[in-house]
């Protein structure tokens, strides 16, 4: 009996260290992969066309990367279902950290609460890299009612609610929402006027059509540096290096206003760690060159570097729930 039991025992001990032999020679070789990463190209997907911000952003940053990592990048447009059908394929890939996105805050932290044909979830499909850049957007007004500054206009509308209207690119952009925020944040009450892209809704603001509107800084700052515009206030917490004299809305008493449209990489969730934190580190030591800076701010960006992934993602849960809660209030979520 004794024999028996010793005989199990050690057949026990044997599975046990044969378990521990297999788990160490996996993560030695998980050590290999991530240490010999990448070996082959790699393909950054892009949910808009060629030629826009985020396609500009992704190419510029693409050819620094590819330096650095030894290996192509391959920019791939996926447009379509506003930036979310890139997302949608991306979570659908290997997590090897030879496919990854860059994405918009809008198919993360907008398009999931608007849009029903969504086909992966923003918050559990994607293991965050590091944000690359925000995109400020401006509140500007026209000249027919002398609202210049920012405080003139808050005591006006809440001297005359619903007596100004406000443009937006859009229902549920972020135009529109970014509005929508100020309003609640302020207890201004103003008529939203929708319009389909920015062109024609600066262009009723600046013919007196519109009292105003709020849009990426890139769009408006002309109009304002041509006269055209009242510029009164940026949407981040930080002056846009494209004209620092353009005051914040914080700086003139909105508390926590700190948003916009951000840029950055996400890859399918379960990438490898060694392997984000590398693509992580490669990104910001490229954003810290002062061309590749130079070239994305001429675009209208506001190079960001984020201080880790795990910061990354508290940003794109914070705008998530931010937004939703928005959407929500203007009646605008998915049924």
Not at 80 to 87: D, N, T, Y
Not at 247 to 271: C, I, R, S, Y
Request: hydrophobic share 40%; proline share 7%.
């Amino acid at each position: 009996m004794k024999a028996i039991q010793f005989t199990e025992a050690a057949q026990t001990v044997g599975r046990y260290i044969q378990a521990l032999v297999m788990a160490c020679a996996c993560l030695a070789s998980f050590g290999i992969q991530a240490a010999d990463y990448p070996d082959k190209p790699i393909s950054v997907l892009v949910g808009f066309p060629p030629g826009t911000s985020t396609d500009s952003v992704a190419r510029i940053l693409g050819e620094r990367l590819s330096k650095e990592l030894g290996q192509p990048i391959i920019v791939k447009n996926r447009p379509g279902v506003g930036g979310s059908l890139a997302l949608g394929e991306l979570a659908k890939m290997k997590p090897d950290g030879y496919t990854i996105a860059l994405s918009a805050s809008g198919p993360l932290g907008i398009n999931p609460h608007l849009l029903k044909n969504i086909n992966y979830d923003a918050l559990k499909d994607f293991s965050p890299i590091g944000q690359t850049s925000w995109l400020p957007f401006l509140l500007v007004t026209n000249k027919t009612k002398g609202l210049d500054t920012f405080p003139k206009l808050l005591e006006y509308a809440r001297a005359n609610p619903e007596k100004l209207t406000y443009a937006s690119i859009g229902l549920g952009t972020t135009s529109h929402l970014l509005m929508a925020m100020l309003l609640e944040k302020t207890g201004m009450k103003m008529v939203h006027v929708p319009y389909t892209g920015s062109s024609q809704s600066q262009a009723d603001v600046i013919g007196g059509n519109v009292d105003m509107t709020i849009d990426t800084l890139v769009t408006t700052l002309p109009h304002v540096k041509s006269g055209r515009l009242n510029g009164l206030a940026v949407s981040t917490s930080d002056r846009a290096n494209l004209d620092p004299s353009i005051p914040t809305l914080q700086e003139q008493g909105v508390p926590d206003f700190n948003m916009g449209a951000w840029l950055g990489f996400v890859a399918p969730q379960g990438t490898p760690p060694a392997i984000i934190k590398r693509l992580h580190d490669e990104v910001n030591k490229a954003l810290k060159d002062p061309e590749i800076a130079q070239r994305l701010e001429a675009l209208g960006t506001q190079v960001v570097m984020s201080q880790s992934p795990e910061a990354f993602s508290n940003l794109i849960v914070k705008n998530y729930d931010t937004w939703g809660k928005l959407i929500q209030q203007a009646g605008l979520e998915q049924k």
